[in-house]
């Protein structure tokens, strides 16, 4: 369905997400070059930096319910993403006078926070801005996934490729724009507050949302080798994100300017993107495809800690993300393929919880080891071993997706 075909509360939201969205993508890869160039930030602190911002969504479950609970959903997100515009404003201020680093940890997590609340209210809405049709919501996946992550990854690519030539406090200004762009499209929204007062009366029951919490980890733990696979993704992304986390430290160790970082993050995001555009042409069994994933991603990036140019170390980089790239959309079909699709809220709040808590435990790691070298070798020598693990455990079941 063409976009011109949804309601202008639908068109109004989603064009919103996607302003923020490019303003996030300004602000998270001018970031961290940010604190390495005024605070000359160590392994450890940058990995705990990262993981403040990912509080809010490991409690997300704490106040997702008072999320629910809201009435005048309108007035919260024009709350919300206006807050934002002046923590992101607060950070450009705290960066350029060279601020208290604890400031920017603070400024950090409410920025994380109210990107999370953002998220989920605008995720509540959405039947609202559709009129509650259920043809035109689901008609509207695709452009929610595009809003979301194809506008994502190509908003990094831009913003890597800026800051090849830009400064990272002139990067972090062109957000400002789109923060604002983002709260004209919330201001003209027109959200009926009566339709979601009569959906609060119906909340669960405290006992009910843990009898909701065990069902959902019995649905997920129902297909082992789906689960598997998706528990094996969540401990390597953990591992994968440290290792993207520390990449700005592991160029100054390896006497490459910070300059470069644009690039590394541009090479990065091409790869993701062109891998995602390719996965509709592979075939291959989710199951087959993961160690195939797994064996290629983990080598091409231990090659990174093992060659000396610099050149070949970007060559590696593509190839391990633009497979990568692939692997995104072979996950998503192989969990609608292994899964009953009524119960993928409750799949999908398992998987989410799953990448956060793992996401959170590598990011520990460098408070106790910081040798970003070694940890990138341990690292990918296990994802190559698990990749052959998973060849051996599988290799009788067929590689076409038609069997799964």
Not at 14 to 23: D, F, K, Q
Request: glycine share 4%; charged share 15%; net charge neutral.
């Amino acid at each position: 369905m063409k976009f011109s075909h949804y309601t202008a509360n639908f068109k109004h939201l989603i064009l919103g997400r996607s302003v923020r969205n490019i303003a996030d993508s300004f602000y998270l890869v001018a970031l961290s070059l940010g604190l390495v160039a005024v605070y000359h930030i160590d392994a450890a602190n940058l990995s705990l930096f990262t993981l403040v911002g990912m509080l809010p969504n490991l409690f997300a479950f704490l106040y997702g319910t008072y999320l629910h609970q809201l009435k005048k959903d309108k007035a919260w997100l024009l709350t919300f993403q206006t807050a934002q515009l002046f923590i992101m404003l607060s950070i450009i201020a705290t960066l350029y006078f060279h601020g208290s680093i604890y400031l920017m940890y603070g400024l950090n997590f409410l920025f994380s926070l109210t990107t999370s609340l953002l998220n989920t209210i605008q995720m509540k809405v959405i039947p609202a801005t559709l009129d509650n049709n259920d043809e035109l919501i689901n008609a509207s996946i695709d452009i929610q996934y595009v809003a979301s992550n194809v506008i994502d990854i190509i908003s990094n690519f831009i913003a890597s490729v800026l800051l090849t030539f830009l400064s990272y406090l002139l990067l972090m200004d062109f957000s400002i724009p789109f923060f604002i762009g983002a709260i004209y499209f919330m201001f003209r929204l027109k959200i009926k507050d009566a339709y979601f007062a009569k959906e609060n009366e119906e909340d669960e029951e405290p006992e009910e949302q843990r009898i909701r919490t065990k069902q959902s980890l019995q649905e997920f733990f129902s297909e082992k080798r789906a689960s598997f696979i998706i528990c094996t993704e969540a401990v390597l992304s953990g591992g994968t994100d440290l290792l993207l986390t520390l990449a700005p430290l592991y160029l100054l160790a390896e006497k490459i300017p910070l300059t470069y970082l644009g690039i590394v993050i541009a090479t990065r995001r091409a790869a993701d993107l062109l891998g995602a555009m390719a996965a509709p042409k592979i075939k291959m069994n989710p199951y087959h495809f993961f160690s195939v994933d797994y064996m290629i991603s983990g080598l091409a990036l231990l090659l990174i800690f093992i060659v000396p140019q610099p050149l070949l170390k970007l060559v590696c980089l593509f190839v391990a993300f633009f497979v990568i790239g692939i692997s995104g959309n072979i996950f998503e079909k192989m969990v609608y393929e292994a899964y009953d699709h009524s119960k993928m809220a409750l799949i999908y709040s398992v998987i989410s919880s799953l990448y956060t808590v793992f996401g959170i435990l590598f990011l520990l790691v460098p408070t106790v080891y910081d040798n970003i070298t070694v940890l990138g070798i341990v690292i990918n020598v296990a994802t190559i071993l698990v990749g052959l693990s998973l060849y051996v455990r599988n290799r009788n079941y067929p590689t076409n997706r038609k069997s799964i």
